[in-house]
């Protein structure tokens, strides 16, 4: 079984300036996250989406970062204009959407962000 | 008030050896489960152990167990038989309620095990 695939890797931009990841999760996932990880931090959530609905989106800095899953499958996360704090690790993550049982939730290996 | 409480920023184990890494957890829902995650250097989060709060046995997973101590709001990985590839970061988070799938992590615990 595929995992959550993630791209592009790494991306160094300059501040002001936009980018895009890429997110697919695991086949037959309805849930998908998208988490932001500083350097020496913990992974906090951005979003989340049930199919193609948000379904928490209280820590998404909404003036700079945008995130949509159109056909309730991939998803794009975009940061426009970007800043140095935005540097970190984008992790996206899936689950079948009954994380209360505690073992499904799937984590990709993440986008390095760098700002400078 | 932080959450998830991972005091230790860094530990070392020799190899064969078992390890403790400490989380304490902040919360006043009754029901929460407790997840362990491992970070390797390429980044991604793989899953450990689950420990639900109403759980009466404390969860293990092979070489993993969790000491679950509700009263003191506890939730200490256990990690027997260290191996080398065991060295990385180790996260302890926290869903908080049943009607969310939302995970607060810990800052985590950076595992060095040497031979």
């Known amino acids: 079984e595929a995992g959550v695939a993630q791209s592009p890797r790494y991306k160094i931009i300059e501040k002001r300036q936009s980018v895009a990841f890429w997110c697919n999760p695991i086949s037959g996932h309805a849930t998908l996250y998208w988490y932001q990880q500083i350097l020496g931090q913990g992974p906090k959530l951005l979003i989340q989406f049930q199919n193609n609905g948000v379904v928490d989106d209280s820590q998404l800095p909404k003036d700079r970062f945008s995130a949509e899953r159109l056909k309730g499958v991939d998803s794009t996360l975009k940061i426009q204009p970007a800043k140095l704090e935005d540097s970190a690790v984008y992790l996206c993550?899936?689950?079948?959407?009954?994380?209360?049982?505690?073992?499904?939730?799937?984590f990709g290996e993440g986008s390095w962000l760098t700002v400078v | 008030a932080q959450k998830i409480t991972q005091t230790q920023p860094g530990m070392f184990v020799q190899e064969k050896e078992a390890v403790t890494l400490d989380c304490t957890y902040d919360t006043s829902d009754p029901s929460y489960g407790l997840f362990w995650y491992k970070q390797p250097s390429s980044g991604e989060m793989i899953f450990l152990i689950y420990q639900g709060s109403y759980d009466q046995q404390n969860a293990t997973e092979g070489r993993y167990s969790l000491n679950f101590q509700k009263a003191r709001k506890s939730a200490n990985l256990v990690i027997s038989a260290s191996q080398l590839g065991d060295s990385a970061m180790y996260f302890c988070?926290?869903?908080?309620?049943?009607?969310?799938?939302?995970?607060?992590f810990g800052t985590g615990t950076r595992l060095q095990v040497f031979p």
């Open positions: 993550a899936s689950s079948s959407g009954q994380s209360y049982s505690g073992n499904t939730i799937y």
């Open positions: 988070a926290m869903r908080e309620g049943r009607n969310t799938d939302k995970l607060i």
